[in-house]
């Protein structure tokens, strides 16, 4: 059995299941000594009919392009080199285009990635703390990377070096990162004799824990601009439930506590620190998965987080404008489609409603994302 396969299921039960969207890099010990071709395609179309003043409305519509060459140079190590491109429709341009690079070494549950990273929604972050849209927006992240799957405990520790400076630049360097761990408090033991009688139904315990940090600053940059230490963090409760039926598949309550605090030496934003609740009640069918989310935010920023959870406005018809108690209920539908091998459809529409500036407004989106390898040679070693 592959050494990678214990991470299929790195994203432990986050908030929302992305892991249609997902894009890992395992190693494949039963194929050391392959080159392979990679490719990845997601193709995306998210519309936001957002009029608040605190996030804007517009339409994402385009892909990303990742095709790569992958060679598995042992049982443990994992080498791709390859190109992303990212294509917004309406443009006569690329919108991005960069090399990626990734080598991956893996043992006994632990990995860790030195370059592009198993990024955005692999991460398993609940949407206060880190946006679903990044996915899509921000693709790539560069840097390092720990991810560990022990049957207790899930954790992904990264690090997204943002921005370089060199000496006498302009600008500050960029750096975030954060770590996203869950602790396995019980789950429905399955006979060992007869593994293959799973019970009708299955119980999942778990607590998640959750941070993100963000940085900027520099020692030999020109620029007058004060250091910037932002935290956030989260720790909530995972309660599923598990059903081997023909319709229901599961139901599940995820209560989550947020907070913010600014470290910063000199305090530019509207608030210095502030919190939240994240409550999220759900059930999954063979033909649709339906949530239902509270949130309650007083005086809550987060840089990388969702922006309708934010009391910070990033509308740009309405800068400075801030809103300290934000209460919004969110309904959720969700299905995942597998068209083929490799190839998934994800459909979502997700309404909402400000219960203190009572509107209602929705966002929908639809994604398709491919992943497979293609066998090239068998390299011999000299």
């Known amino acids: 059995m592959a050494v990678g396969a214990a991470f299929a299921g790195q994203n432990a039960l986050a908030q929302l299941n992305n892991k249609a969207l997902e894009q890992r890099f395992p190693v494949k010990p039963d194929q050391t000594g392959e080159l392979q071709l990679g490719l990845n395609a997601l193709g995306y179309q998210k519309n936001n009919e957002y009029f608040n003043d605190i996030a804007e409305g517009y339409t994402l519509f385009g892909y990303h392009l990742n095709p790569r060459l992958i060679y598995f140079a042992s049982p443990n190590v994992r080498i791709d080199v390859g190109v992303q ?118 119980t999942y315990i778990g607590l998640p824990l959750q941070f993100t940090a963000q940085h900027r600053g520099g020692q030999i940059d020109d620029t007058e601009l004060p250091l910037v230490t932002l935290l956030n963090v989260a720790a909530g409760l995972v309660l599923r439930r598990t059903y081997n039926r023909r319709v229901l598949k599961a139901l599940h309550f995820q209560p989550y506590v947020v907070g913010w605090k600014d470290f910063s030496n000199e305090k530019n934003l509207p608030f210095t620190q502030g919190g939240g609740i994240y409550l999220n009640a759900g059930v999954d069918t063979k033909y649709q998965n339906v949530m239902l989310s509270y949130w309650r935010g007083s005086g809550y920023y987060a840089e990388l987080g969702g922006k309708l959870f934010q009391s910070v406005s990033t509308n740009f018809k309405s800068p400075g404008y801030t809103d300290k108690t934000r209460q919004l209920l969110i309904l959720r539908l969700m299905h995942d489609i597998k068209l083929m091998e490799g190839l998934m459809l994800t459909l979502r529409l997700e309404p909402y409603y400000d219960l203190d500036n009572p509107a209602l407004e929705f966002s929908n989106s639809l994604h398709l994302n491919f992943n497979s390898d293609f066998f090239l040679a068998r390299l011999k070693k000299r």
Do not use: C
């Open 85 to 202: 491109v990212q294509k917004d429709f309406g443009t006569n341009k690329y919108s991005m285009v960069q090399p990626t690079f990734t080598i991956r070494y893996e043992k006994d549950g632990k990995a860790l990635l030195f370059g592009n990273l198993e990024g955005n929604v692999n991460h398993g972050y609940i949407e206060p703390l880190y946006d679903f849209e990044r996915v899509i927006t921000n693709r790539l992240e560069n840097g390092l990377q720990f991810l560990l799957d022990k049957p207790g405990v899930k954790l992904d520790a990264w690090m997204d070096w943002q921005r370089y400076i060199r000496r006498m630049d302009p600008f500050q360097e960029e750096i975030a990162g954060g770590a996203s761990a869950e602790l396995r408090l019980y789950e429905t033991p399955v006979s060992l004799d007869f593994p293959e009688n799973k019970p009708e139904t299955e």
